[in-house]
């Protein structure tokens, strides 16, 4: 449902003397930031006419996958605040990355503004109503830092020092096993020289 009141209003004094694009500040509507671009002698694929276009406010700090869904329309009226120009109205565009701006390249004639606008004084106000049916925030673009730890004075990611800690109570356990493996080897070895030293012949032994 459309406000009676605009979402945002931009006074341009001075408008036939502008040449360069106007950036309107930032304005919030349905919760989300928005801003006025405007061509005032036309963009750069139209001449003689009023370009205006809503953009969204500062897309690259959005995160990944945002978008909004609006609908608006734009009025212009003279210093006396009488409508000159209605737009017509826009159902429902998809804002997003890729598309961060619609609006439109022929709002009025330039000659038309001159005549039934200025009456005297060379103003323009441009109100903007804007409508958000959805508005998508997207994904985080955060990367979570790889946690580390100091060792030796060199920092090393705690996974792989972990990794390196079990790796060496693995290799202490087969040290360990092969120590018993080692005793067990020595203690057959003397009781074969014990059961040796026993049985053969001519050593402490009479024989005839």
């Not at 006419?49 to 608006?72: E, M």
């Not at 290799?171 to 053969?200: F, P």
């Amino acid at each position: 449902m459309w406000s009676q009141n605009p979402s945002f209003r931009l006074e341009i004094d001075n408008f036939s003397k502008k040449k360069d694009d106007i950036l309107s500040k930032v304005f919030v509507a349905g919760g989300c930031e928005w801003f006025l671009y405007v061509y005032p002698k036309g963009d750069l694929h139209v001449d003689n006419h009023l370009s205006v276009y809503l953009r969204v406010a500062n897309p690259k700090s959005l995160q990944i996958g945002w978008k909004r869904n609006a609908s608006f329309y734009f009025v212009v009226l003279n210093h006396r605040n009488r409508e000159r120009c209605i737009s017509a109205n826009v159902e429902s565009k998809v804002f997003d990355a890729e598309n961060p701006a619609w609006g439109f390249p022929k709002l009025f004639p330039l000659s038309q503004l001159k005549e039934e606008c200025f009456m005297g004084k060379e103003s323009v106000i441009i109100d903007v109503y804007v409508n958000v049916i959805e508005a998508v925030d997207g994904e985080s673009k955060y990367v979570p830092e790889k946690e580390t730890m100091d060792i030796n004075g060199f920092q090393v990611s705690a996974s792989l020092s972990k990794l390196e800690d079990v790796s060496l109570e693995k290799k202490k356990a087969d040290d360990a096993d092969g120590s018993r493996v080692q005793q067990l080897e020595e203690r057959v070895k003397n009781l074969e020289m014990i059961s040796q030293s026993e049985t053969r012949p001519g050593e402490g032994q009479n024989c005839f």
